[in-house]
């Protein structure tokens, strides 16, 4: 088993977005769908450019 720590954060995040799907999916929302309505909720973003940018899309 490799332990790098490029490996480690994968699987990190894979982890952290299976929980956050898990929770969201409650509320029949995606874990994207989820992400966007965070950035616009805290104000970080305002428009789909914002979005695009924040979300590296």
Known sequence: MCESVGYLVGRA???LSMAIEQEV???DVTHSQ???L???ANGRCQT???LGR???T
């Open 38 to 40: 965070v950035l616009l």
């Open 48 to 50: 789909a450019t914002d």
């Open 54 to 56: 924040e979300l590296n």
């Open 25 to 27: 999916a409650a509320m």
């Open 13 to 15: 995040k894979t982890a």
């Open 34 to 36: 989820a992400s966007c």
